[in-house]
């Protein structure tokens, strides 16, 4: 694909802001109105002063952000790699061309939100969403309408004798579904809808009356494995309770084991020994604010997600003694790879592998329900570290200042995260544009989750918003000075 030179990069940030408010404006009157059919009542996120330097980095971080996935996604069947060299250098054989159809689900999501910024131009998201939809619709192999894993990214075969997967499969249905309102074209809503009333959640309950299997294996048959403790299996089970065709027993949601867990006076429920990312994913598309349970614990999962990431940021502040790089603005850990390899670690309580490696998207994963502890965090990495662990894609997956040991790679779920995040926490799109497909409201009124009073306007999780009239003026201001790390690639193709 032929590439587009930019310019330096403090000049770039400031074009790219008023064109941003321009083209924003521009896209909304192309596409036609919102489906009255659909009955979500989006609730538009409150708005906090964010400083011009915060808010340009922000948009940079996103931008380098979908540049993973927009560069590494097969054009022709839209699987996005599992992961990439930060550098461009090749993957080793093991590696190389091995898609995640989790990092999928984030890619479709992330051409909505690079169109609404003017990144790309609304054919090229549009052919790219439908290249993907097609594929998954009529070439990838399915069973009972789930995925495999890991896919090779040029042939569709399946790569590492992977597990058809319902999480995974999940998370690529989230992206469906979310391209399905966004683009009003008749060919990506046939499309979507086929790939996601073809999933038969019933079968993946493999004979349990509420509690579905992880996965599946042509040579095994079902894994012995259930998701029946709370973690990101909620979009799982909402997407099951609100399925048109084979819809599983709102009675699921409340199967679920959940611990109760307190941390330096923050109180939440969660599956204790997880890692963050588990408070995080699903809130990616599900707007879970202002709403609680109207039985059982009567959990509000937005409040609940604040407190577990609050309570995080006190456990990683707390590991200073042990890691003097650790502290208020540098903390975050989660599932990663790591100087020996990929873990599933975070805390509190402490994982015995924690060896002083930060994780970027823990806190930035988090955007979405602690913007100014977050972006703070973010900003030290970048200003401290510069160009050793933010170029071309973001974010490294994982370094460790205390050992020297920088990740080669970024991986696409934690790349994916830190940009839905920011999405979110700026302007509320996926949000949005994910609920108003009417399963998943339906889904969540099945289950019992009520609308109430939210609780959060004056704790640090408040969220911050990004009006398109802020843009220009901070356009204005003068270019902030970030290190001079590589500029992005920007490779996509010239509009027709």
């Known amino acids: 694909m032929p590439s587009v030179k930019v310019a330096p990069l403090s000049i770039l940030l400031s074009i790219l802001a008023v064109f941003s408010l321009l083209f924003s ?45 927009w560069d590494q996604a097969d054009p022709q069947t839209g699987l996005v790699a599992d992961r990439a060299r930060m550098d461009e250098s090749s993957l080793n054989e093991n590696h190389r061309n091995v898609a995640s159809i989790a990092a999928t689900g984030f890619g479709l999501s992330a051409l909505c939100i690079a169109m609404e910024h003017g990144w790309i131009t609304q054919s090229q998201a549009r052919e790219r969403a439908r290249s993907t939809l097609r594929f998954f619709a009529d070439r990838a192999f399915e069973n009972h309408g789930w995925f495999y894993h890991w896919l090779d990214s040029k042939t569709g075969e399946r790569r590492w004798n992977s597990e058809v997967s319902s999480i995974d499969t999940a998370l690529l249905l989230a992206g469906v579904l979310t391209v399905r309102t966004y683009f009003h074209d008749p060919e990506i809503r046939k499309l979507a809808t086929k790939i996601y009333e073809r999933v038969n959640f019933q079968w993946m309950l493999n004979g349990h009356p509420l509690l579905l299997s992880h996965g599946w294996k042509p040579e095994t048959g079902f894994l012995k494995s259930r998701w029946d403790t709370y973690s990101e299996d909620s979009i799982l089970y909402l997407l099951a309770i609100g399925s048109p065709t084979h819809p599983i027993s709102a009675a699921s949601w409340y199967a679920l084991w959940r611990d109760r867990y307190r941390y330096e006076g923050h109180t939440y429920f969660t599956t204790i020994g997880v890692p963050l990312f588990m408070h995080q994913y699903a809130h990616a598309w599900i707007d879970y604010r202002n709403r609680r349970e109207s039985r059982g614990d009567r959990i509000d999962y937005f409040e609940n997600s604040i407190a577990a990431t609050l309570a995080h940021r006190a456990f990683c502040i707390n590991l200073s003694h042990d890691f003097p790089a ?171």
């Open 326 to 496: 650790f502290g208020s603005d540098m903390w975050g850990i989660t599932a990663s790879d790591s100087a020996k390899g990929y873990l599933a670690w975070g805390g509190p309580p402490r994982d015995p592998e924690i060896d002083g490696t930060l994780v970027p998207s823990a806190a930035g994963g988090s955007l979405m329900f602690t913007p100014k502890l977050s972006v703070a965090a973010l900003q030290a990495m970048h200003d401290k570290y510069g160009i050793k662990v933010y170029s071309k894609y973001g974010f490294i997956d994982a370094f460790n200042p205390g050992t020297g040991w920088f990740d080669s790679d970024v991986l696409g779920i934690n790349t994916g995260i830190i940009l839905l995040s920011a999405e979110n926490s700026l302007t509320g799109n996926v949000w949005k544009w994910f609920m108003q497909n009417r399963e998943i409201p339906l889904a969540m009124q099945k289950a019992g989750l009520v609308r109430s009073k939210s609780r959060t306007t004056s704790r640090p999780g408040e969220r911050f918003g990004s009006p398109r009239h802020q843009v220009k003026a901070m356009a204005e201001q003068r270019p902030v000075s970030l290190p001079p790390v590589a500029e992005p690639a920007h490779q996509v193709a010239k509009a027709a």
């Open 25 to 69: 404006s521009s896209s909304a009157l192309a596409r036609p109105p919102i489906s009255k059919a659909v009955s979500f009542h989006f609730q538009a996120a409150p708005v906090l002063k964010l400083s011009s330097q915060d808010q340009l980095f922000l948009e940079d971080l996103q931008h380098r952000s979908f540049n993973f996935f």
